[in-house]
C-alpha cells in the first residue's frame, strides 16, 4: 500500500509518548510505501537519515505560529485553538500534490491537532492515531482548576473541544485509540465509528531492570510544559514531598523533562528537590531512582512515563487517573494512591520493604514484556494494516 502519514511532531527524537508511539506505527509500516508530512520546533533539528529509513518521502515544515492576538481572539470562536496550531498553506499544497500524484491508498493522521488535512480525501481510506482524547482532558481539568473562572474556562475549551473532536471523527473510517477507557469515550461522542485499542509501547531491549537496587531516591518524568505533568510535578512537590521526607530527610526527589517551565523550576530551591531539563537519554536518570511517582490527576490515553518505568524495574506509585489504560494490577505490578497521604503511605512502605520492591518491579516487568513491548504493539499494527491492505483491494 501507498501510506500517508501526517504528524505534528516528528517521530525523532524519541523524548516523549506522542514521538514514540508515533516511531512504532512508522515502523511497524515496513514493506509499505510511506510518505511523511511532519511538523518541527522552531530550533529543531531534522533528524534526516531517521526519516529516509522510515519514509521513502519526507516533508517537514516548521511548527505554525500563533501570534498572542490571534489566541485572544479565538476565545470567541465556536474553534478550539487546537484546531488552529497546526493550518499551514504550504503542507496543505504538499499533502493535496502526493495525494494526487502518488496515488495513496491510505491517510494517516497522527492526533486530532492534524485531523483537519485528511477532510477533503473522502475516497482515501482515513485512520486518525488519537493519542489523547482532547475533550476527556479538558474536562478533567475542571476538577483540578483553582479558581471559579478557571472551572468556567475549562468547560467551554471541554465543550469546543467535544464538538470539534465529534466532527473530526465522523471523515475517518477508523481509530487507533491507547486504551479501552478511551475507546468507550470515543464510541460515546461518535456512535458506529470503528476503533481498535493500539497500546504506546516499550522497546524492552533497551529499557532494562539495573543489576543493583538504587539509593532511596525518588523520580517523576515527563514533557514539563503539558498541563498533566506541570500540575502533578507541583502536586508532588508542594503536597506530597513534605510528608515523605518528615517521614525520610535524607531522601532525594528528581524532576526530569523537557521544557520546564518557570512553574517547575521555582521549585528547585525546595529540601532534597532536583529539576532536570531536557536529557538525551532518560534511562540513566531511572537508573539513579528507586521509586517512580505519577500524581496524575488529568489527561487521556497511556502514561509512556510509567510504562518505561516498569520496564526499567522501577515499582511505580500512580493515582488511577495515571495508571488509566495500563492493565496493571495494585500490589502485584504498581501500587495506587489517590491523596496525600496515600502516597506517603504507599512510599514509606515501599522504602522500608525491600521485598515489597522487588515483587513490583518484577510485576511491572513481567507486564510490560507481556504486554506493551514494542515487537508485540508492531505486530500487532502490521496485522492491522495487513486487514486495511485488503479493505483497499476490496475498495479499488
Request: proline letters at 7%; glycine letters at 6%; hydrophobic letters at 40%.
Amino acid at each position: 500500500m501507498k501510506i500517508l502519514v501526517v504528524s505534528p511532531f516528528l517521530p525523532s527524537p524519541e523524548k516523549s509518548g506522542s514521538r514514540i508511539r508515533t516511531m512504532t506505527l512508522l515502523r511497524s509500516l515496513a514493506g509499505h510505501d510511506v510518505f511523511l508530512v511532519a511538523f518541527k520546533e522552531e530550533d529543531e533539528a531534522v533528524p534526516e537519515d531517521v526519516l529516509r529509513s522510515l519514509s521513502r518521502e519526507h516533508y517537514v515544515f516548521p511548527r505554525p505560529r500563533l501570534g498572542p492576538l490571534r489566541s485572544v481572539l479565538n476565545f470567541f470562536s465556536l474553534r478550539p485553538l487546537m484546531a488552529r496550531r497546526f493550518k499551514d498553506k504550504e503542507a496543505r499544497r504538499t499533502v493535496c500534490r502526493l495525494v494526487g500524484e502518488k496515488g495513496i491508498d491510505v491517510m494517516i493522521c497522527e492526533a486530532v491537532l492534524v485531523a483537519g488535512y485528511a477532510r477533503p480525501f473522502r475516497w482515501l481510506l482515513r485512520v486518525l492515531d488519537a493519542h489523547n482524547l482532547e475533550f476527556m482532558r479538558a474536562g478533567q481539568r475542571i476538577r483540578t482548576a483553582s479558581s471559579p473562572l478557571k472551572k468556567t474556562m475549562y468547560r467551554l475549551i471541554a465543550g469546543r473541544m467535544k464538538r470539534y473532536e465529534r466532527r473530526a471523527l465522523r471523515d475517518f473510517d477508523l481509530s487507533l485509540v491507547c486504551s479501552e477507557a478511551d475507546r468507550r469515550a470515543l464510541e460515546k461522542i461518535a456512535p458506529g465509528k470503528r476503533a481498535v485499542v493500539i497500546p504506546n509501547a516499550v522497546d524492552t531491549e533497551a529499557f532494562v531492570p539495573a543489576d543493583e537496587d538504587a539509593p532511596p531516591k525518588i523520580i517523576f518524568t515527563g514533557t514539563l510544559w503539558y498541563e498533566p505533568n506541570l500540575d502533578a510535578a507541583r502536586r508532588l512537590v508542594l503536597d506530597i514531598w513534605p510528608l515523605i521526607r518528615s517521614d525520610f530527610p535524607d531522601v532525594e526527589l528528581l524532576i526530569v523533562g523537557d521544557h520546564p517551565p518557570s512553574e517547575v523550576l521555582s521549585l528547585a530551591g525546595r529540601p532534597g528537590v532536583t529539576i532536570i531539563g531536557p536529557v538525551e537519554d532518560i534511562r540513566p536518570y531511572l537508573r539513579q531512582a528507586q521509586i517512580f511517582l505519577a500524581p496524575i490527576r488529568t489527561g487521556s490515553g497511556t502514561r509512556q512515563k510509567i510504562l518505561d518505568a516498569m520496564a526499567m524495574g522501577l515499582p511505580v506509585v500512580s493515582t488511577s487517573v495515571g495508571s488509566e489504560g495500563i492493565e496493571a494490577e495494585d500490589g502485584e505490578s504498581i501500587c495506587l494512591a489517590e491523596t496525600p497521604a496515600e502516597f506517603r503511605e504507599k512510599v514509606r512502605r515501599l522504602i522500608q520493604d525491600p521485598e515489597l520492591r522487588r515483587r513490583l518491579a518484577r510485576g511491572g516487568r513481567r507486564l510490560v514484556e507481556q504486554r506493551y513491548s514494542r515487537r508485540a504493539v508492531i505486530d500487532k499494527l502490521a496485522g492491522l494494516f495487513r486487514e486495511l491492505a485488503d479493505e483497499v483491494g476490496r475498495r479499488d
